[in-house]
């Protein structure tokens, strides 16, 4: 509530700390910190990362009855994927999954 009242100006180490923002970057590490969040992301389920994107954006004019059916929607879209099908066989032969986004 003070932020809002008073509207100092907040660090972002003290945004970082008071969980406004995800991460607090120096700005010579910023391109780098970017390629590796990039590089990790893209060998993530991407069509699961779709999905929760979705939801999230949702979830701001959303009902909790209607964000209770969407996610219980995206959830069967994505146990229907050949994502998820790909990562329980990884996971069960202990090998990396080859996520596809489909």
Known sequence: MAAAML??????????????????????K??????T???HLATQAT???GLMKRA???????TFEQQLD???????EAANSEDFRDG????KE???AKFTGR
């Open 7 to 28: 509207a100092e100006q907040i660090s972002a180490e003290r945004a970082e700390q008071w969980g406004l923002i995800w991460k607090c970057v120096d700005d010579d």
């Open 30 to 35: 910023l391109s780098g910190e970017a390629r």
């Open 37 to 39: 969040l990039a590089r």
């Open 47 to 49: 069509k699961a990362l």
């Open 56 to 62: 999230i954006h949702a979830s701001a004019a959303n």
């Open 70 to 76: 969407l996610e219980r929607d995206l959830q069967r």
């Open 88 to 91: 329980v066989s990884a996971f």
């Open 94 to 96: 202990k090998r990396p």
